[in-house]
């Protein structure tokens, strides 16, 4: 014996009503699993394993980095990141600087400009500087046909003068040298060494060079000049 409803009537009892999504076949009522793709499904919070699911990102890119392809919502959320290189970079005497995304080089363009003096020779490349010495020291010398003040450059002075004249020497400084003659010889006259201030030459107030071709070198030592 089988019951049957009536099919026309949704209310009356005995008759089951069908909606959306729900089956009905031989005796059995069931839900289907998968939604539609055009519903629009919403739920106030959705764990897995105890965990939040994130379903949206919001990166901030920072100096020197931009981020492209971002898809911020939905079931699936990404974003690439690219580094745009260094902004700015400064460089300063004898370098210079290559840049391309992601990479900086920095190179030694060498010395920009190195002076030898007498007897030294200076050779160089990129990032070396050689010095050599090629002989022997040299001094400055000087000549001088009357009264004349020594400056810090002078080295030897020599007087070719056949009347008197005086030799004034600079503020002493520890270890400068001086090397006074008298280059005229015979019949000249005398040459008066005169220190600065109240410095002396070996407790002397002055020192005088009267015999011809006669030389005195003094050196600056213990607040005085001292005769060597």
């Known amino acids: 014996m089988a019951y049957l409803a009536q099919p026309t009537s949704k209310i009356d009892y005995g008759v089951v009503g069908i909606g959306s999504f729900i089956?009905?076949?031989?005796?059995?009522?069931?839900?289907?699993?998968?939604?539609?793709?055009?519903?629009i499904v919403s739920f106030n919070n959705v764990t897995i394993g105890g965990n939040n699911v994130v379903t949206s990102v919001n990166p901030v890119a920072g100096l020197g980095v931009s981020i492209t392809g971002l898809v911020s919502t939905g079931n699936t959320v990404g974003f690439a990141v690219s580094n745009t290189g260094v902004l700015s970079v400064s460089t300063g005497a004898g370098v210079s600087v290559s840049g391309s995304t992601g990479n900086i080089t920095v190179s030694n363009t060498g010395v920009l400009s190195v002076t030898a003096g007498a007897g030294i020779s200076v050779t160089n490349s990129?990032?070396?500087?050689?010095?050599?010495?090629?002989?022997?020291?040299?001094?400055?010398?000087?000549?001088?046909?009357?009264?004349?003040?020594?400056?810090?450059?002078?080295?030897?002075?020599?007087?070719?003068?056949a009347s008197s004249v005086t030799i004034s020497l600079p503020f002493g400084v520890t270890g400068r040298v001086y090397t006074i003659k008298d280059e005229y010889g015979q019949g000249s006259g005398k040459i008066t060494i005169q220190p600065s201030g109240v410095e002396k030459i070996d407790n002397a107030n002055t020192y005088i060079i009267s015999v011809p071709y006669q030389a005195i070198s003094v050196v600056f030592r213990g607040g005085q000049w001292r005769i060597i």
Do not use: K, M, P, W
């Open 126 to 161: 990129t990032g070396y500087i050689t010095i050599s010495s090629f002989g022997a020291d040299l001094i400055a010398t000087i000549v001088v046909t009357g009264s004349y003040t020594a400056t810090v450059n002078d080295e030897y002075i020599g007087v070719y003068s």
């Open 23 to 39: 089956n009905v076949d031989a005796g059995f009522i069931s839900l289907d699993q998968d939604i539609s793709r055009n519903s």
